[in-house]
């Protein structure tokens, strides 16, 4: 017997061509059956699906759960907001230091203090990807993959030499990220991460594949040069001045910089994130041709597909890297369209009203004085599908660009399609329902959204995780149900 049965959906996988008129029986939390007509004496439980679209449960890769708000809190509002949105597992980016458990110190102290306040308090399934701030962390990623299924280190590039939210000093940005004397977060240090990534690819062959090292490419110098130029200046303001202090080329210089480290260390994974511009994106593209054996991962969050930096929403969306001009945008979903970008992420970091626009001084839109980055998981799919099918996008290409694509590059080797064997993650969305983005509507404790007003076309009625249903028709469902997912996770066997 099946434990569910889901009749007349239109399915849409990753490696079809075509959205194919499928029933889908589940059992034991993973995909049983696919096929045409199903007996509903098979299974248990039987629901019609009502002819709505069945899309491969989201993986959003790229995440920042317990950076503004504490772990315990974040894990629960934030997950509910994604499992909304279709999303089904999340990989949240961790560090020490200052933000997320505001603590320094050893991973083999830190990482399961993360992980037990993480238990049960997840709706969707989690995951995270650790950043070696000081030089010891180097030394204990082979414990981390080892031991707990970490696979995916993280470099911030700016992190050195300039603040989260705007120009610091070396000396603060120590104390942000509270590393020793001796200890100096610098391109030497990215090098050594990257040798040490490389080590564990040749030392755990089964593995390397899944073994990865990725960067938020801008350098502090630029920004630091640049800033002062935009506010002596004082001829732009909003988001175009910070795009202005944190300009693309930036980011190209930084992109040239971590492939040439990846070429020299023998560092064959490397994923470059939340690429905003043309620049950037050439440069990752330039980088692929120069360094062919070299396997580069092109990411681009939905916010920087959706807004440009006259969006009405203003300060609420300043994020880094920052939102683009219009033509950045129009760069970006032309080469998505081409191909030219792997998978697509939001970059979920939920920054309350009070921090987002702090005090009378940010009234007028202070770009300046407000924190970086906004939530956004819970619009993922709905606005991928609703921007992407109006410009050509085919249905299985966004199954691909956020399913397929992150569980592949991050070792979820049981997710990320419906297909026999796999966990039975399911978005379920009615394609043609057009809908008005309010952030009240929201599980999120964000408060706001950037993305407020915006019409979208493709809203989720039903979300499954592992055959159980947790979100339907506007409501959360069920006691929280994500698991810990160590990576990579072993294939289904056939």
């Not at 961790?94 to 308090?121: A, H, M, W």
Request: charged share 20%; net charge negative; glycine share 8%.
């Amino acid at each position: 017997m099946y434990d569910l049965l889901i009749k007349n959906l239109q399915v849409v996988q990753a490696q079809a061509d075509r959205v194919n008129p499928l029933d889908i029986a589940i059992k034991d939390g993973r995909f049983a059956a696919l096929e045409p007509s199903i007996d509903p004496g098979l299974a248990r439980e039987t629901v019609d699906g009502g002819g709505l679209t069945a899309f491969p449960g989201v993986i959003d890769v790229h995440m920042h759960v317990g950076i503004y708000s504490p772990l315990e809190q974040d894990a629960v509002s934030e997950s509910k907001a994604a499992v909304m949105g279709g999303v089904t597992t999340g990989i949240t980016y961790f560090r020490t230091g200052q933000y997320y458990l505001n603590k320094g110190g050893p991973y083999r102290e830190f990482y399961p203090e993360v992980l037990e306040i993480s238990d049960g308090r997840y709706w969707m399934d989690y995951a995270y990807h650790l950043a070696p701030i000081a030089s010891s962390h180097i030394d204990e990623m082979e414990m981390l993959l080892t031991e707990h299924g970490v696979s995916s280190f993280k470099i911030f590039m700016f992190y050195g030499g300039y603040g989260l939210h705007g120009k610091s000093d070396k000396d603060a940005q120590k104390e942000f990220l509270m590393i020793g004397d001796e200890d100096s977060y610098d391109i030497a240090h990215f090098e050594f991460i990257m040798r040490a990534a490389a080590r564990l690819m040749k030392q755990y062959p089964d593995m390397a594949d899944q073994i990865s090292v990725s960067l938020h490419c801008e350098l502090a110098d630029i920004l630091n040069a640049y800033t002062r130029i935009v506010q002596q200046e004082g001829k732009l303001t909003g988001l175009r001045a910070y795009s202005a202090a944190r300009p693309p080329h930036s980011e190209g210089l930084a992109i040239w910089i971590a492939s040439y480290l990846a070429y020299e260390t023998e560092c064959l994974n490397i994923n470059l994130l939340h690429l905003t511009s043309r620049k950037a994106l050439e440069a990752a593209m330039m980088m692929e041709k120069t360094f062919p054996h070299i396997n580069f991962g092109k990411e681009v969050t939905i916010g920087h597909l959706m807004m440009d930096y006259d969006v009405p929403t203003k300060c609420h969306a300043k994020v880094n890297p920052p939102i683009r001009s219009r033509e950045d945008v129009e760069f970006l979903w032309e080469n998505l369209l081409a191909g030219n970008v792997d998978w697509v992420v939001s970059d979920h970091a939920c920054c309350s009203e009070e921090l987002k626009v702090s005090g009378q001084e940010n009234k007028d839109g202070n770009i300046w004085v407000s924190k970086s980055g906004f939530g956004g998981t819970e619009y993922l799919l709905s606005a991928l599908h609703s921007e992407g099918t109006r410009r050509g996008v085919s249905l299985p290409h966004i199954a691909r660009l956020v399913s397929a694509e992150p569980a592949s590059r991050y070792g979820l080797n049981h997710k990320g399609d419906i297909a026999v064997g796999l966990d039975a993650d399911l978005a379920l969305m009615n394609t043609a329902t057009t809908y008005t983005v309010r952030a009240e509507d929201s599980e999120s404790s964000q408060g706001y959204t950037p993305f407020e007003g915006m019409e979208l076309t493709g809203e989720i009625v039903s979300t499954y995780l592992r055959g159980q249903r947790v979100y339907h028709d506007g409501r959360v469902e069920g006691p929280p149900l994500g698991r810990y997912q160590a990576r990579p996770s072993p294939a289904p066997a056939d």
